[in-house]
């Protein structure tokens, strides 16, 4: 069958679907660079692969199955009087719209982020629905188990070791399969070693962009000496955040936040850092933890239970904090004085597990799989804890079911960005069986290691 790919980027519905056998026809992708990137692993399209949808949107030919993994931009509320047309006037599903009614594939294949059912109070995808069943097509989404749904899917459950669950739809001109998903297995086990390279595979390329900076190095050797010296069978690690910051803290946060506390409280809980008669409220807060300097009356619930649960374990468990063991971790920038341990009843070895520096702290998970990666930023690549290294380009790829040999930016930061918006080759492949054969059977997967 013929296919179209909208907001194609890397190109993962393509992969998947010309592993199956099918011819793509029209592809659309925004960007210069990942366009000519497109163009290169896809030669046999390149001359149908086109610029922003908006402008070649009557270019479009007929096909069978249109593709995309589109934004999810909030809806026009102002709409609502108007009709499904007018709500999703001026985002790029209406593209998609406008491409369905002119061509009327038969089937259709969509993603988006985890969250796309709950967005904008859940709107978004009843707009989406409603306009695909507005003209002509049966619909299913993966909603949420909770919703009554499948639940969404990830490359985890199908044998990956990629942790990233997504939203998928897909919608037929004519009566759905009873089963239009494939089956997950959610307690598959899978392990990061099945898609890691071999040492002797990397280039000198690929060892300068992975290694870690000394920093970082010292932040994770100075939690591994806290770890060490916790008794496992007197100490449990908490499955909140451990913020640094809030041993021996003082400041306010139940009644009221430090910003509307009195001059006198905000000077007793900073007691020792100067001549504080002579300190004005401006300066007493710039003294305490950046994420309690809130201009606010009242921190969130949620930050006020953090601040509880570890002022709590602090207390508990004094005695293993050397005064030389929180010095040093003053040195460190306040996202590196945060553990988030995800790794109940593992090895206390950091350097044994899958680790991300990341705003809220340095986030431990287990070897197992790898978390998601994002698009949004490219500061929060995973670690390879037991590698002592990040991931590589050839190792991103291979977590988004790409081949090795598949072309990708110069820029490091702009393949992971990339990798980051793709749609998994494997998931989609997967579904696609599913929606267009009926078949259960998904194609073996075979790892690269």
Known sequence: MKFVDLFAGLGGFHEALKGLGHKCVFASEIDDELRRIYAQNFPEVARRTYGDIREFRDVVPPHDILCAGFPCQPFSKSGSQKGLRDKTQGTLFHEIIYILERRQPEYVILENVGNFERHDDGRTWKIVRDSLEKIGYAVRGTEHVTSGGVGL????????????????????????????????????????????????????????????????????????????????????????????????????????????????????????????????????????????????????GWKVEFIRQNREW??????????????????????????????????????????????????????????????????????????????????????????????????????????????????????ARKLLNGSPTIKAVKLRG
């Open 153 to 300: 899917l990830s490359p985890h459950h199908l044998g990956f070791p990629h942790s990233r669950e997504r939203f998928y739809i897909v919608a037929r001109r004519e009566k759905l399969p009873q089963e239009p998903f494939p089956e997950s297995d959610r307690s598959c086990v899978t392990s990061l070693s099945d898609v890691v390279q071999r040492a002797d595979e990397l280039t000198e390329q690929d060892r300068s962009e992975t290694r870690l900076s000394d920093q970082q190095r010292e932040c994770i050797d100075h939690w591994n000496s806290l770890l060490s010296k916790l008794p496992e069978d007197k100490v449990a690690l908490p499955s909140f955040p451990i913020w640094g910051d809030e041993l021996d803290a003082t400041y306010p946060f139940q009644a009221c936040a430090p910003f509307a506390a009195s001059v006198k409280e905000l000077a007793k809980a900073v007691n020792g850092h100067g001549p504080q008669s002579r300190m004005t409220r401006k300066d007493l807060i710039k003294l305490l933890p950046s994420y309690a300097r809130s201009e606010v009356q009242e921190f969130p």
């Open 314 to 431: 602090f207390r508990m468990h004094r005695r293993y904090f050397s005064k030389r063991w929180v010095e040093k971790l003053q040195t460190f920038p306040p996202s590196l004085r945060k553990l988030e341990w995800n790794c109940q009843g593992e090895e206390r070895d950091l350097w044994k597990h899958v680790l991300q520096f990341r705003p809220s702290g340095l986030r431990v998970k287990r070897y197992s799989t790898s978390p998601s990666l994002v698009a949004m930023t490219s500061t929060q690549i995973p670690l390879l804890g037991p590698k002592r290294r990040f991931l590589t380009r050839t190792e991103g790829l291979r977590l988004q079911g790409f081949p090795d040999e598949h072309k990708i930016p110069a820029s490091r930061t702009r393949t992971f960005q990339a990798l980051g918006n793709a749609v998994h080759v494997a998931v989609v492949e997967a579904i």
